[in-house]
């Protein structure tokens, strides 16, 4: 089955500065990889997501990529806030049931 | 997106007494999924729950620990049995966005969770 790496598990940043976070996958299959946030005591809320068809996909100041050859994909923040902090969820999804990351705690100190 | 409600939204429970979670939908979805999420982990599937079919249950997870019902196409419960412990951990419910099927997107969407605590 599918298997979904993430990293880092922390991540401190400056405000404004750019957080980048990534994920690698098993299953050559999978072909949706969503990103959530998840702040604390809340749900996972969905960012962004983007499918096996497209390299890149942005929404503002977030960003996700997508190397289907080497079979890992990176979210990018640009100019991030301290309500940015949270914990961020990689996911992959194929013919199979999604699979999560492990989690990055970001914090964004001001 | 759906909107997706669960009660109880946190229980405290006795060891070996059992508690069902309540999943509702505002729209019809054809595939439910139910979550354990033990603190500060990330997100574990227990089981697939499809209407009129018996649920799919992932490695480590089964049916008489976690029995699940799928009565129709807008509600699931999810039931911790003979409680321990160890079964302390918030319990969320997510369901394909129904709108998703027509885009190709396999968009999931969580309920708020059950945060449940066994003593």
């Known amino acids: 089955g599918e298997n979904v790496e993430q990293h880092p598990s922390t991540l401190s940043v400056q405000e404004g500065d750019s957080a980048v976070i990534k994920c690698t996958y098993s299953?050559?299959?999978?072909?949706?990889f969503p990103w959530y946030k998840q702040e604390l005591g809340k749900r996972p809320q969905l960012i962004i997501d983007i499918r096996s068809n497209v390299g890149e996909k942005k929404d503002q100041r977030i960003a996700v990529t997508l190397n289907k050859t080497a079979k890992h994909f990176s979210l990018h923040i640009t100019e991030t806030q301290p309500e940015d902090s949270a914990v961020y969820f990689c996911?992959?999804?194929?013919?199979?049931?999604?699979?999560f990351g492990a989690g990055t705690r970001l914090t964004v100190k001001p | 997106s759906a909107v997706i409600s669960q009660k109880p939204s946190r229980d405290i429970c006795q060891r070996g007494t059992s508690l069902t979670i309540q999943c509702q939908v505002d729209?019809?979805?054809?595939?439910m999924f139910w979550y354990r999420q033990q603190p500060g982990q990330s997100l574990t599937l227990i089981a697939t729950?499809?209407?009129?079919?018996?649920?799919?249950?992932e490695s480590g997870f089964v049916i008489d620990k976690f029995p699940i019902s799928r009565p129709n196409l807008t509600f699931s419960t999810l039931t911790v049995s003979n409680m321990s412990p160890e079964d302390s951990s918030i319990y969320l419910c997510?369901?394909?966005?129904?709108?998703?099927?027509?885009?190709?997107?396999?968009?999931?969407?969580f309920g708020p969770g059950t945060r449940l605590t066994v003593l």
């Open positions: 997510s369901v394909e966005d129904p709108g998703a099927r027509k885009a190709a997107v396999d968009t999931q969407y």
């Open positions: 729950a499809n209407q009129g079919s018996e649920a799919t249950y």
């Open positions: 996911a992959a999804r194929g013919w199979g049931d999604m699979r």
């Open positions: 729209s019809q979805v054809t595939m």
């Open positions: 299953d050559s299959a999978s072909n949706y």
